[in-house]
C-alpha cells in the first residue's frame, strides 16, 4: 500500500499514474502502478491511462473496423454480382443454343441461292463455332 500520511499520498500521486485498474473479480479497482509520464487536467497519466491516448486508440481501432467492414461489404458485394451474372449466364444458355440451332436450319436455306452464299457461309461458321463451343465438342 501506498500513501499512509496526506503529504506523501498528495506526493504519490503526482509521480504515479491517476488511471484505475481492476484489482479483483468483484470489479473493485487500485490506483495504476506506473509511472506518470504525462498530466491532463492536472491529472498525472501513464500513457496507457491518459484520456487523450485512450482516445486516440479508440479512434484508430474504430477506423480499422470500419475500413474492414467497407471491405466485407464490397467483396460481399461483387460476389452477389457474380453470382447473379452466372444465373443469367446459365438461363440465356438454353435460349442462345436453341436460337442458334433454328438459326442454322434456316441459314442452310439461304446459304443455298448462290447470291448469298459467301454471307451465309461466314455466319454460318460462326454458328457452328457457337454451337460446338456450347455443346463442349471440339470444332
Ligand atoms: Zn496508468
Redesign the pocket.
Known amino acids: 500500500m501506498q500513501g499512509v500520511g496526506a503529504g506523501q499520498e498528495s506526493m504519490a500521486t503526482k509521480e504515479r499514474?491517476?488511471?484505475r485498474?481492476r484489482s479483483d473479480a468483484w470489479g473493485r479497482t487500485t490506483q495504476?502502478a506506473?509511472n506518470?509520464v504525462l498530466t491532463e487536467d492536472g491529472e498525472p497519466?501513464?500513457r496507457?491511462?491518459a484520456p487523450s491516448l485512450i482516445a486516440q486508440r479508440r479512434a484508430r481501432s474504430d477506423a480499422a473496423w470500419a475500413a474492414k467492414m467497407d471491405a466485407d461489404s464490397a467483396a460481399w458485394a461483387e460476389r452477389e454480382r457474380r453470382r447473379q451474372s452466372d444465373a443469367r449466364k446459365l438461363v440465356a444458355y438454353d435460349a442462345l443454343l436453341a436460337a442458334c440451332e433454328a438459326a442454322r436450319t434456316y441459314l442452310a436455306v439461304w446459304q443455298a441461292n448462290p447470291a448469298w452464299q459467301a454471307e451465309a457461309d461466314a455466319v454460318f461458321a460462326q454458328l457452328e463455332a457457337a454451337i460446338a463451343l456450347a455443346r463442349g465438342e471440339t470444332p
Do not use: D
Request: one cysteine or more; aromatic letters at 10%.
Open positions: 499514474c491517476s488511471g485498474v495504476c506506473r506518470a497519466y501513464c496507457q491511462h
